[in-house]
């Protein structure tokens, strides 16, 4: 069964710093190209950076840029996104997602990928 399982989120002051991780089960993650992808109460959701499958490519929102950096160990098949200097507005739900075809990161659009983890909530309020 193909799986992405998130973690990491949980409640941060402004400021403050998290690391979430997408693991997958049930295939080698360095087939796909895996995406972070937020969505706040009430707001679309939000393409947050992207990242191929070597690594060696990666594509960041302008919104995070500078305070959001996305990783990957395909040895322990997992991607990171690191989150620092946290705002309130970072609030939201963070998902990560599997794109099949594309070899390229150039655009983090939600339309590519085919496969979805469950998500996990981030809070960010002192």
């Known amino acids: 069964q193909l799986q992405l399982v998130e973690s990491g989120g949980g409640l941060v002051q402004p400021g403050g710093s998290l690391r979430l991780s997408c693991a997958a089960s049930?295939?080698?993650?360095?087939?796909?190209?895996i995406g972070w992808f937020r969505q706040a109460p009430g707001k679309e959701r939000e393409g947050v950076s992207c990242?191929?499958?070597?690594?060696?490519?990666?594509k960041t929102a302008d919104s995070v840029k500078g305070r959001f950096t996305i990783s990957r160990d395909n040895a322990k098949n997992t991607v990171y996104l690191q989150m620092n200097s946290l705002k309130p507005e970072d609030t939201a739900v963070y998902t990560c997602?599997?794109?099949?075809?594309?070899?390229?990161?150039?655009?983090?659009?939600?339309?590519?990928?085919?496969?979805w983890g469950q998500g996990t909530q981030v809070t960010v309020s002192s």
């Open positions: 997602a599997a794109d099949w075809t594309s070899t390229l990161c150039t655009v983090i659009l939600e339309g590519r990928y085919e496969s």
């Open positions: 990242i191929t499958r070597s690594g060696m490519s990666t």
């Open positions: 049930g295939f080698a993650l360095d087939r796909v190209v």
